[in-house]
């Protein structure tokens, strides 16, 4: 088993640097267009044949020392109260926002084992092509990211809705992240049971807030999940993005690996995270579309920046874009470990 990532994960000495990189599953993939062609995102994420398939790509394809669980950070909101569906060229649409203190109340709890069982078959389909091969992260979104899709309604620019929420009812605020908070902490620890050896908790959009509201209305959400997953002996990681202000806060809320974008030199962002935590990033994914040789001085210079450090998982700074050539990526993943061994 190549286990150079769980063992950055605990800062422990490696053969050469870990890499995976976020959405390494997905539209770039001609074999993952080619199943896209035949189904919907939610069918596949719903199929654990076809889940454990587009699972299984990257790592064939590429030289990838993880593998990411092929599901949707969404899709525990239909089981609570939020329907929603991913409509061609828009994203996610739900079907109705969150937006008063009335509808938080229908909101509740469910039980993953049983209304996301397809998630948890996946995972353990997923055990024996794994098996020898590379550990599986599980993943779930944060209490911010996940209230802010539900408030929303979709994807948003400003956030203003969500804020809107926060600062007129706080109360009402805290009770939805507070339900985000124990269902995404049992869902994580069914993956755990089920079987991945990691877990990520993204925050994609937190950095929307100023550390002052992150510590008011995120930080404590999320450190209940941390705190209830430490009961495991996984590694966690904790990943946003436009967080350069946040990460001595998202460092209290937990994770054992800290996420840093590009926005961020990867020595200056883990001095703020700490060093005795590992941190994961931090190559512009749009460095990833070419010119090659810009790519790779990009890649050296994050390197260069960890100083070999132990703790340091090399990825992109956010998900790989879709119009990313494969060879790119696999160039990449190949040169980071020949850098490092
Ligand atoms: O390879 C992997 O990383 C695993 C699969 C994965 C998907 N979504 C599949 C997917 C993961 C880890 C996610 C997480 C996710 N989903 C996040 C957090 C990560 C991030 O990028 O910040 C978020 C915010 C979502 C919600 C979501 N899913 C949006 C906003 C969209 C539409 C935007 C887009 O890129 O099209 C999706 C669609 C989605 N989820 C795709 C994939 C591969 C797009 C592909 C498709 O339509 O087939």
Redesign the pocket.
């Known amino acids: 088993m190549n286990n150079r990532f769980i063992q950055a994960c605990r800062q422990q000495p490696v053969d050469a640097t870990p890499v995976w990189f976020?959405?390494?599953?997905?539209?770039y993939m001609s074999a993952y267009r080619k199943i896209?062609a035949k189904h919907s995102?939610l069918d596949i994420c719903r199929a654990p044949e076809l889940a454990v398939e587009v699972t299984l790509q990257?790592v064939d394809a590429i030289a990838v020392d993880a593998a990411?669980?092929?599901?949707?950070?969404?899709l525990p909101l239909v089981p609570m109260g939020i329907p929603f569906d991913?409509q061609q060229g828009e994203?996610?649409v739900i079907h109705e926002p969150i937006r008063s203190t009335a509808h938080i109340k229908q909101l509740h709890k469910f039980d993953p084992r049983e209304d996301l069982a397809h998630v948890m078959e996946t995972i353990k389909l997923l055990a024996s092509p794994l098996r020898g091969r590379v550990p599986l992260i599980g993943?779930a979104?944060a209490p911010f990211?996940l209230a802010s899709y539900a408030i929303e309604g979709g994807?948003s620019r400003n956030y203003a809705h969500t804020k809107a929420l926060m600062y007129e009812h706080p109360k009402a605020w805290h009770q939805l992240a507070d339900l985000f908070a124990s269902i995404v902490s049992d869902y994580l620890s069914a993956q755990i049971e089920a079987g991945v050896q990691a877990v990520q908790l993204?925050d994609?959009w937190v950095g929307a807030l100023s550390p002052q509201d992150y510590s008011e209305f995120a930080l404590p959400h999320t450190r209940k999940i941390f705190e209830n997953l430490s009961k495991h002996d996984v590694p966690t990681l904790h990943f946003g993005?436009g967080t350069s202000t946040l990460l001595p806060l998202m460092r209290q809320a937990g994770g054992n690996v800290i996420g840093l974008d590009w926005r961020i030199p990867l020595n200056h962002g883990w001095t703020l995270v700490g060093y005795d935590r590992s941190v994961q990033g931090n190559l512009d994914p749009t460095m990833l579309l070419g010119p090659t040789e810009r790519m790779l001085q990009g890649a050296l210079d994050v390197l260069r920046r960890a100083n070999g450090r132990s703790g340091h998982i090399f990825n992109v700074g956010?998900?790989i874009l879709?119009n990313t050539p494969l060879e790119h990526v696999q160039l990449l993943a190949d040169f980071v470990h020949k850098q490092t061994e």
């Open positions: 976020m959405r390494q599953a997905g539209r896209r995102l990257p990411i669980l092929f599901s949707d950070l969404l991913f994203g996610p993943f979104g990211t994807s993204f994609s993005t956010h998900g879709p």
